[in-house]
């Protein structure tokens, strides 16, 4: 599983310029078609955002006109050409729902995510090198078995399951420590409302470190089992300098290619964990709107995630490609 | 092991780092718990609600945080007692003429808006034509479409002469819906001015608002300091907040968790005996419930026993196809109980050359009971032949289709005039079935037109006796609705038709 | 066999082999229909509910026997049509190189910058929740990494001298990336079978849980664990037994990941 890490396709040194050129232009290729995508999507869903504006008590005549004023009777391509050129110039619309910007709307929401990844990545990182280093030296051994069982079972768990366990050991019914609702109040920095985030950013630190130590730990053994590494030790080379010259940058590479990894998924992707808590993230206000056909909001919040996704991906590739030692080329 | 001082710092420091992270966080956890005690005086709800959300009483899309909003920061001319009755509130009187065309309404004197000025004629006639206005359709413009906008007339600072377009008997009881809240002139719903128990602080469409006691208010000051009311759309949250202290009061109870929250220490359930119903709807205007027969059949398909025992888990009252609860102030309406009878359900669908039906029944995830109920009754069905598949729809989709759902689910709760305006006779927005019954819509005219309290629950008898006979619902049962709250609070009431949610001025801490 | 002496796959496959027998036989055994209304909602075990009831007055055992069928075979399916789609890619992508390469990972990545959830939420929105239209949808999301981690491996393969040797005698193409290449990266392929075996049972039960999956009254051992979910305090059967199947399941395709992983790094 561990060797298993997604392989980024790394150009030769010297053509540096050029791959990231390339990665860039390939990068707004697949912007573009996103937005196309999804705003073909979000056109084909069933129901009427003029009727989820109006409800149950509208009549004909008050959703024909509502239906223009939001021009949803205009050609597809001239919607989506508005759109986009709102986008060009920064403007994301308004949403419908809400009658405030859409920027407005989604600023908190991923403001929030955002804290709750950098704060678990903060925690996990180092608790995944440490675990990864202890149990790839100790392999075989009852610790590292357990530790991996461990992992295992808590991988395996759905993000809900987990989330429902956190929230009931330390939360509801044995102990009281920690709010069970993670909604944030507004106008307070996310950082004076701690206590609220200690939940989530648990439950993704849990996720976090379980897939990301076990990254470590193969790659520190498979350094370890190297004919380079026992060289080295032959020669007599002091292992904590072994360890720090040579294993722990090719631990790194695998370990920083999965928190790039991580941290561009878990923008879109805690929906899961964001619910359980109540947590205000991007990814529960794109599924909110979704139900209610907020259209502009969905849209933007797709492209939010994609833009975020991409660059992560890019600055990931990037940071992979320049801290991988010389003599592995990148290849495992 | 020295070679591994340096690698053992750097996991110290990791560790020691970690530590930290994780420490600060619950210290900021025990703090907060700590300031909760001491700022007890501000009452914390959970409620559900969406992006939706407004200030704004009369554009809203009704749901329930924009409802515990608006019903605290303004007042209605009328407001419901915690049984159907009605009491004035910013009214001090309604006087009708002879046919109840024309409706004098005197104001009680002395009542202060949040901005400091004095409430009057002028806000009421400003309110009644925004709830009104053509141009922005809103759920109060459907109750009081009698009114002629144009014929709201000032007598006095005091005193509006309402000339309506056709008579209307219950006038006054109609004001103390929650849709017709008095606002101020030049409305607006960014810095909300209304007359009511609590003035506005702050708000977070989708997230939070923040409400202060409104000290000069004419009913006596609220009983706690400030309201925050936190938009909570999940309902397991909203249980675990209320349970691990976050809030002091949550809406959304499911019934099946009810008994449970029941029996925990430090928490207390209000169980409103609403007039909710959840109505299993037939169009009667196609096939196959076109034919009373098999409407009949399907009534008698349902064991309403089971159905409240199992969908509302025993939180509720058995139905008779007839809507309403109990009839402030006219009293039950003495027809025999319906009860299950699968062969006596066989035959009449047998007659109707209907054996072995199949049909969809559409239902949505909106108030606890609807998905449970659809289920129930699929079950039920089998007994009959008769096989019901249950189309749990998301709310977009199932809306997107409504009032065109040959057999569905809804949910309705509302005094019975306004309820039969909207849902049983044409041309009302909820009317599902398309029932259009000569002799129902004759009475309910007149029922409308009557401001003789007698004749008029003589007439509303009448017309739930032809419900039960002929209608197109399956009113199988009467859903509580059930609020559960922190036992630091007290003066919370059950209601009817209104919740402890909207008079929250009445809560406060032991 | 080898394999046999490799501890992570007999636990592995018996973890798998045994939820996917409960699944398969669990209908057979179940003493009530999932379906039937027996008792009042909640109660404890009782002299016709072995489990006791759930939100409903369900019988808890006979829901969470026949709650496993839909799940597995949604979950072995999903797993297949990521799998298929994946190595198809992959492997077309590392062996033609080039534009082909480029255009197919760039669809790829197209498809990994979409959320998963999103995704399968969009197109459930617009279609109507169906099963196969779950399964192919959770296929879907499950491609991409696949995709991505049979190229790594194939561009390991395809440089090889019989790669080479059957691309110059020009032998079809289809051969040479089924024949030639697909047997040389199996075990990466199986490594990847465990791991989106779990992934899509999570998936799946993650969709129950927003609300997106299977639909009542259908008996899923996800819509029961979202069901029952408040009352654990009284009927912790009701969801503890789906969640315990789930994750045995789900430990299982992990362990048959690791398994082979092993495996593999023994014989490389």
Known sequence: MTSAAPQTGLAVRGKSVSWLGKRLAASLLTLVLITMLVFAATRLLPGDMALMILGKDATAESLAALRAQLHLEDPLWRQYTAWIAGVATGDLGYSVISRVEVAALLTPRLQATLSLIVLSLAVSVPLALVLGFATARREGSVGDKLVLFGSVAINALPEFVLGMLLVILLSTNIWHLFPAVSSLSPGQPVLHQLDKLVLPGLCLVLLQVTYLYRLVRAAVIDVMTSEYFHFARLKGLPEGLILRRHVLPNAIVPAVIAIGTIFAYSVGGMVVVETVFSYPGIGSALTQAVGTRDLPVVQAAVLIIAVIFLISNLVTDALAHSITPPGKGGQK | ?510 | MRLLRNPSLVAGFVMVGGVVALAAMGPLLAPHSPSAIIDAPYMPTGPRTLLGSDNLGRDVLSRFLWGGANLVWMAFGATFIALTLGAAVGISAAYFKGWTDEVLMRVVDLKMAFPSLVFVLLFVTMLGTSLPLLVLLCGLSLMPGAARVLRGAALAVVDKDFVQWARSVELPAHRILFREILPNITSPLLVETGLRLMWSISLLAGLSYLGYGIQPPTSDWGLMIYENRNALRVQPLAVVCPILAIAVFAIGGNLIAEGFARAFRQTR
């Open chain 2, 1 to 510: 092991m020295t070679k591994d001082n340096r690698l053992n710092v750097t996991r110290r420091t990791m560790l020691l780092g970690t530590a930290a992270v994780l420490g600060s966080a619950a210290l900021t956890g025990l703090s907060t718990g700590m300031a909760r005690a001491q700022d007890g005086d501000v009452l914390r709800l959970a409620v559900t609600g969406s992006n939706a959300d407004s200030l704004d009483p009369h554009r809203t899309q009704g749901q329930l945080t924009d409802i515990v909003r608006f019903t605290n920061l303004f007042d209605g001319l009328c407001e419901f007692n915690p049984d159907t009755s009605v009491a004035n509130v910013l009214a001090e009187s309604f006087t009708p003429n002879e046919d109840a065309t024309v409706w004098t309404v005197k104001l009680v004197s002395g009542v202060k808006t949040h901005a400091g000025g004095d409430f009057g004629a002028d806000d009421v006639i400003y309110s009644v034509k925004r709830i009104l206005d053509p141009a922005n359709p809103t759920k109060g413009g459907s109750l009081i479409g009698f009114i002629d906008a144009e014929k709201v007339e000032k007598v006095d600072d005091l005193t509006i002469r309402f000339t309506l377009a056709t008579p209307y008997g219950p006038f006054r009881e109609i004001w103390a819906n929650r849709y017709l809240r008095m606002v101020t002139q030049d409305f607006d719903p960014a810095a909300p001015v209304g007359t009511g128990p609590f003035k506005f602080l702050s708000f977070a469409p989708g997230q939070e608002s923040m409400f202060e006691r409104f000290d000069d208010y004419f009913r006596g000051k609220a009983g706690v300091a400030k309201v925050q009311i936190t938009n909570i759309s999940d309902e397991t949250a909203s249980i675990n907040a209320l349970r691990g202290g976050q809030v002091d009061m949550a809406y959304k109870i499911p019934f099946a968790e009810a008994r449970i929250l029941e029996a925990e220490p430090g928490i207390k359930l209000l169980n409103n005996p609403s007039g909710m119903s959840l109505p299993l709807y037939m169009r009667t205007d196609i096939a196959p419930f076109n034919d009373v027969r098999v409407r009949q059949a399907f009534r008698l398909i349902a064991d309403r026993d089971m159905m409240v025992r199992a969908a509302l888990a025993g939180y509720g009252e058995v139905g008779n196809d007839m809507q309403g609860r109990s009839i402030a102030p006219c009293g039950p309406t003495e027809v025999e109980q319906r009860k299950q009878d699968i062969e006596a359900a066989k035959k009449l669908l047998e007659e109707a050359g209907q054996s072995g039906l199949s049909v969809e029944l559409a239902t949505v995830n909106g108030t606890s009971g609807m998905v449970e109920c659809a289920q129930v009754f699929a079950e039920q069905a089998k007994a009959a032949g008769v096989t019901v598949k249950v189309n749990v729809l998301e709310e977009a989709a199932y809306l997107a289709n409504y009032g065109e759902w040959a057999f569905g689910v809804d949910f309705l709760n509302d005094t019975y005039l306004p309820l039969v305006a909207r849902s049983l006779v044409p041309g009302g927005s909820f009317n599902n079935t398309h029932w259009d019954d000569a002799e129902f819509n004759a009475l309910f005219a007149e029922a409308s037109a009557s401001s003789d309290e007698a004749k008029r629950c003589e007439i509303i008898s009448k017309m739930r006796m032809i419900e039960h006979e002929r209608g197109g619902n399956i009113i199988w049962g009467f859903a509580n609705i059930l609020n559960a709250y922190s036992d630091r609070l007290q003066g919370l009431e059950t209601y009817v038709v209104d919740s402890a949610f909207y008079h929250l001025r009445k809560v406060s801490f032991v």
